[in-house]
């Protein structure tokens, strides 16, 4: 398995500011990726952190609103910019280990925006 | 398609019952089929994944069953306790190399009740 750590763990943020969040985890992996989940819904995938490229983003993200950065194999940022109460979510790394393919979560960070 | 249905969306089971959630897929080159569990404030957590190569996988009290021709898959908890209440996300993918991406059912609520 994976440890997966994330900061800030929950944040309170004024419209049109942005946050940074940080991963980090125990090990090298081959993929780390970005959800978004509302509360009480399900995961949607933000975008594919490459490391050393620039992130592959799903339908409906873009790289102006959520820019994401992979120095290294075990740490990536997603930045949430220019937030708007829509954007009160909770935000979720997660990284999938080679071999196996196993997919594993960090333990989200709680965004609200006021 | 790429959409995993998932029922029932809440669940109310007594304590020692069966817990039994249903999924259903569109997309017959899925192949990987895990289960996650999320507590409230945490992020999702691994319980059990199966690849169509077997019908049945159990791990202590938590068993997938899977039907190939019929696109379905579903997570039975044998002796439901208290400490299961938690949501409970099917997912799908083709596959778990650096091109897959899990597709995931929209939850059940699992209340496990005295």
């Known amino acids: 398995s994976a440890v997966i750590s994330q900061k800030p763990s929950r944040d309170i943020c004024q419209r049109g500011t942005s946050l940074t969040i940080q991963c980090q985890v125990d090990?090298?992996?081959?993929?780390m990726f970005w959800y978004r989940q509302q509360p009480g819904q399900s995961l949607t995938l933000i975008a594919t952190?490459?490391?050393?490229?620039?992130?592959?983003?799903e339908s409906g993200f873009v790289i102006d609103k959520f820019p994401i950065s992979r120095p290294n194999l075990t740490f990536s940022t997603l930045t949430v910019s220019n937030m708007s109460p829509e954007d009160s979510s909770i935000y979720l790394c997660?990284?999938?280990?080679?071999?196996?393919?196993?997919?594993?979560f960090g333990p989200g960070t709680r965004l609200t925006v006021t | 398609q790429q959409q995993v249905k998932q029922s029932p969306q809440s669940l109310i089971v007594q304590k020692g019952g069966i817990s039994i959630i249903n999924c259903a897929y569109e997309?017959?080159?899925?192949?990987?089929f895990p289960w996650y569990q999320q507590f409230p404030g945490k992020g999702p957590a691994l319980l059990i994944a199966?690849?169509?190569?077997?019908s049945e996988k159990k791990e202590g009290r938590f068993t997938i069953s899977f039907n190939k021709s019929a696109k379905q898959f579903s997570l039975h908890i044998m002796d439901s306790q208290p400490g299961d209440s938690a949501t409970y996300f099917c997912?799908?993918?083709?596959?778990?190399?650096?091109?897959?991406?899990?597709?995931f059912g929209t939850g059940t609520r699992l209340q496990v009740t005295l």
């Open positions: 199966i690849r169509p190569d077997v």
């Open positions: 997309n017959t080159a899925f192949d990987y």
């Open positions: 997912a799908a993918s083709r596959g778990t190399g650096t091109a897959s991406k899990l597709t």
């Open positions: 090990s090298q992996v081959t993929m």
């Open positions: 997660s990284v999938r280990l080679a071999g196996v393919g196993e997919q594993y």
């Open positions: 952190a490459n490391q050393g490229s620039e992130a592959t983003y």
